[in-house]
């Protein structure tokens, strides 16, 4: 990737529909995610999200989420992405998803995603994956993960999956608390991990923890900037400054929606540049 091409990273994008027509979750969360974002549903391939991205002079991580063993929907698959993602090396970074329930066999596809299909991390939702990240059966995973040198991305806080529904599809909030991952940092120093979305309602917990652990960060996807809490703008703008990176939740939240109302925050020029693209190559290790 020539970074001198790319004006801003997003982190935080997902491949909703594969190159076959199949789609990572079925209808009723997928609409019941799009009606919380007050939008309609919209399913683009990589080769869709590629385009668009290198249209606006953006890079992206791509990825699904494996959520089978606790839906039943069919994964999408991971070394599909990571194939189509290579087709697009100019501006597509691609991330893996594992259920951690998966045991020892995740931990072979992990490794395996990594050194046979260049996947670049792993993106996990413990709500619809319904774990506890701090749960010491799922360390084996994470071994792996700090032993490959790819970062772990983490949903945080409330989730527009499975919103408005009877129970909201039995999806459970608890379980993306980012305290569960303050154990993990500490447990794992090498380890990478990015806790996605402002983390309401443990917005303090998480800039607490991000501000704690060296090797914690916070992507600040899936809100409009201009709903973000108070209290992570300043952070932002101050002590996590170099720990804030830029996503957009695309597709639900288009990137383009994302920045026009960013620049409306009284956030100074010298921390955009880091929000937008510098925090990213470093984590990400770009450069």
């Not at 090396?89 to 893996?96: A, E, K, R």
């Amino acid at each position: 990737m020539d970074l001198e091409n790319v004006d801003a990273i997003d982190v935080h994008v997902h491949v909703e529909q594969d190159l076959h027509g199949h789609l990572s979750m079925d209808d009723e969360l997928l609409e019941a995610a799009a009606a919380y974002f007050k939008g309609e549903p919209h399913h683009p391939t990589v080769p869709e999200i590629a385009a668009h991205y290198r249209a606006q002079r953006m890079a992206a991580v791509v990825f699904t989420v494996d959520s089978e063993m606790a839906t039943g929907h069919p994964t999408l698959s991971n070394e599909d992405i990571a194939a189509a993602a290579a087709e697009h090396p100019d501006v597509l970074i691609p991330f893996g998803s594992v259920d951690p329930a998966r045991g020892a066999s995740g931990v072979r596809l992990a490794r395996r995603l990594v050194t046979e299909h260049g996947v670049r991390g792993f993106k996990f939702h413990p709500s619809i994956q319904a774990f506890e990240p701090n749960d010491r059966r799922h360390y084996p995973l994470y071994e792996e993960l700090q032993a490959l040198g790819v970062p772990a991305l983490f949903h945080t806080g409330q989730t527009g999956i499975g919103s408005g529904l009877p129970g909201g599809r039995g999806i459970k909030l608890r379980y993306s608390d980012p305290m569960l991952l303050d154990d993990v940092a500490a447990d794992f120093p090498g380890l990478t991990i990015i806790m996605a979305h402002p983390s309401v309602p443990w917005q303090d917990a998480a800039i607490s923890i991000a501000q704690h652990k060296a090797n914690v960060y916070i992507d600040l996807s899936g809100w409009s900037p201009k709903y973000f809490p108070p209290q992570l703008v300043r952070a932002a703008n101050t002590l996590l400054k170099e720990k804030v990176l830029f996503g957009s939740d695309y597709p639900l939240l288009t990137p383009e929606r994302w920045m026009s109302d960013f620049a409306k925050l009284d956030i100074r020029d010298e921390v955009r540049r880091l929000v937008m693209k510098d925090n990213a190559v470093r984590v990400l290790g770009l450069a």
